[in-house]
């Protein structure tokens, strides 16, 4: 596992799985999370391949499917940036938390456990949760 | 392929040195231009020592030549071997010119080479005798004639049969890096044994014409003292030259063990 | 055929004892950074020496570019041999001019470019210079060249750290625009893992796996995982 920052953007390369969908992601996630702005600059292909030392055609696809995505967009002359669109970034988090829950759910009854079992669960915690924020 | 690249190829040959196999046993520049001149300053003093000696002979000087003919054979000898000992010799084979293009440019950047030695020999012959003519009063102008007629013969031929010294050289050293390498020995005894026969054997068997009766004396100096068959043996000279430069060439294309 | 920028099947080559090549089958893609790997002595060298044709197979057949392996193909190869040095009176620059000269497809301007980037000054001669250096220089005279096939044998043996970024973010820089096929060699990985989209898994003169990097990682790991299971001995250096 590699950790390697470019552009204030941390990177956490594992050559043990495909690199494509690492690249991918975890701009996603950064995005998502807001640790790249709305409408900030991201770095050029170029700039992110030399950073990680990774092919610039992965990085490519990656950005590519960013688009498709509509998180980013190029502006011709300068680059890529951040959507500046809340909203697109919004449902794409939307999407993927409930890709997320899709697969935990996938995951529970793979386990054997029942809705009861987990929201059970669920509501304990959340509980619990709000027991600590109580002064 | 264009002919300037042939001689851009022949003017890189003419000018690269270096040698890493030895570069460390070797001397920097500095001390062989100093050893150069040292020489150089040392045959002035020897001169001078044998100058007004009886029985001296300025015609003899030419015997310190004598090694020339090795000389040039180790010029050609080294063209293709300086590749290897510098690690050079990926970048040479690979180039996309034709086989026997690379070694034809080897053989004429060498051939450059060694016609600049000989001339640089012959003008350093010039200065000494020169100086030995002012030193020694027993000599006279027409020592210095025949002096530098001799050596003018002499040169001469060796530099319409360097081209064939040279690609004999060149043949064994670059035969060692193909399949034939077994029969390197076999090339050294004959190549060595050729040399010899020029030096003995050809006065021997040609008692009138020969280079010790030149640089003794007992032979008068001529512009061309031989006879004419030493010109056809050059002309043949040439064309085995550039039949041998061809063979390297398929040697090279075809039996090349890396 | 003319999809390949190399083609080989059953190609066999031995020096006397020592098979090189026992077998060996290949295609390789065009347009792709391509990695050859495998333990010192799996015939690597033998391979990139048959694609330039400076080796002749004792059997089987290869081809480059769709054409049988020679001086004449060699006009659109960039082949950086291995254990290669640089004629050691030249400067940086007459290097360059010397590549002009001789070398089909080079591109100076670009050649000073990356040396400004790989941190080479023109004037430096090679004699003066350290390894690592000169092998920056070597590696730019066969990447400003815009030919269609990048052949480069262990371009980082025996060259420190630094220079080796130093060559990696060249070849980034330089490859992004163009059509080109660019073969390396190499038996360590570390810092070039990233950078292949091909690979070529070699050992004893034979291929072991050969596919898309991203589909033998999701079968099988990291290269490094890779070595030591398809080698099982460690092949591997991190670094200097």
Request: charged letters at 20%; aromatic letters at 14%.
């Amino acid at each position: 596992m590699d950790q390697k920052e470019v552009s204030g953007i941390s990177f956490q390369i594992d050559f043990s799985q495909p690199l494509y969908e690492q690249i991918l992601n975890q701009i996603r996630s950064a995005i998502v999370r807001g640790e790249i702005g709305l409408g900030e600059k991201i770095p050029s292909v170029r700039e992110l391949a030399q950073g990680l030392h990774i092919n610039p055609n992965t990085v490519m696809r990656a950005y590519q499917e960013l688009e498709r995505d509509g998180l980013t967009e190029k502006r011709r002359g300068q680059g890529t940036f951040v959507t500046s669109s809340s909203k697109r970034v919004e449902a794409f988090r939307m999407e993927v938390a409930k890709e997320q829950i899709h697969t935990f759910i996938e995951q529970m009854k793979n386990l054997g456990l029942t809705w009861e079992n987990v929201r059970a669960y669920i509501d304990q915690l959340l509980d619990d949760d709000k027991g600590g924020e109580n002064p | 392929m264009a002919p300037n690249v042939f001689w851009k190829l022949v003017h890189h040959e003419f000018h690269w040195s270096g040698n890493r196999r030895k570069s460390k046993r070797k001397l920097s520049g500095k001390w062989w231009a100093a050893y150069i001149i040292f020489v150089i300053l040392l045959g002035f003093f020897i001169l001078t020592m044998f100058s007004g000696s009886k029985g001296f002979n300025l015609q003899n000087l030419w015997f310190f030549s004598l090694g020339l003919p090795f000389a040039i054979f180790f010029i050609g000898y080294g063209t293709v071997k300086k590749e290897w000992d510098n690690e050079t010799q990926g970048w040479w084979l690979s180039l996309p010119y034709s086989r026997s293009f690379i070694t034809g440019a080897k053989l004429l950047g060498s051939l450059l080479q060694t016609w600049l030695v000989l001339v640089g020999v012959y003008l350093l012959a010039v200065i000494y005798g020169f100086y030995m003519i002012a030193v020694d009063s027993h000599l006279a102008i027409t020592d210095l004639g025949a002096f530098l007629l001799t050596g003018f013969a002499w040169i001469f031929v060796l530099v319409i049969f360097s081209p064939l010294i040279l690609a004999l050289g060149m043949s064994l050293s670059l035969v060692v890096y193909t399949e034939y390498r077994p029969v390197t020995p076999i090339l050294w005894v004959v190549y060595m044994g050729a040399g010899s026969f020029f030096y003995w054997g050809y006065g021997n068997i040609e008692h009138v014409q020969n280079f010790y009766g030149l640089f003794t004396g007992k032979v008068a100096p001529a512009w061309f003292p031989f006879p004419l068959y030493i010109y056809g043996l050059a002309v043949i000279g040439w064309v085995f030259t550039y039949l041998i430069v061809r063979y390297l060439g398929g040697l090279l294309e075809k039996k090349l063990a890396l | 055929m003319t999809d390949w920028a190399v083609k080989g099947e059953a190609l066999f080559k031995s020096y006397g004892d020592n098979k090189a090549l026992s077998g060996l089958d290949l295609a390789i893609p065009k347009n792709k950074i391509v990695g050859i790997l495998g333990p010192n002595g799996c015939g690597k060298s033998t391979l990139f020496r048959m694609m330039t044709g400076l080796v002749k197979p004792d059997s089987g057949t290869i081809e480059v570019l769709g054409k049988t392996p020679g001086w004449r193909t060699n006009r659109e190869i960039a082949y950086l041999p291995d254990r290669a040095r640089w004629y050691p009176n030249h400067s940086v620059r007459q290097a360059f001019q010397w590549a002009e000269s001789f070398f089909p497809g080079f591109e100076i301007e670009s050649a000073v470019k990356l040396a400004r980037y790989m941190d080479i000054d023109l004037h430096l001669t090679v004699k003066g210079m350290s390894r690592g250096q000169e092998a920056r220089l070597m590696l730019i005279l066969c990447i400003a060249r815009r030919v269609p096939l990048i052949v480069l044998d262990e371009p980082f043996s025996g060259i420190d750290v630094i220079s080796r970024e130093h060559i990696i973010d060249g070849i980034i820089d330089f490859i992004g625009e163009r059509e080109q096929t660019i073969l390396i060699s190499t038996h360590e990985i570390h810092e070039i893992e990233g950078m292949f989209e091909y690979v070529l898994l070699m050992d004893k003169g034979k291929a072991l796996w050969s596919g898309d990097i991203e589909e033998l990682r999701a079968q099988h790991g990291s290269l490094h995982t890779v070595f030591r299971s398809f080698y099982k001995r460690s092949v591997i250096t991190n670094g200097s």
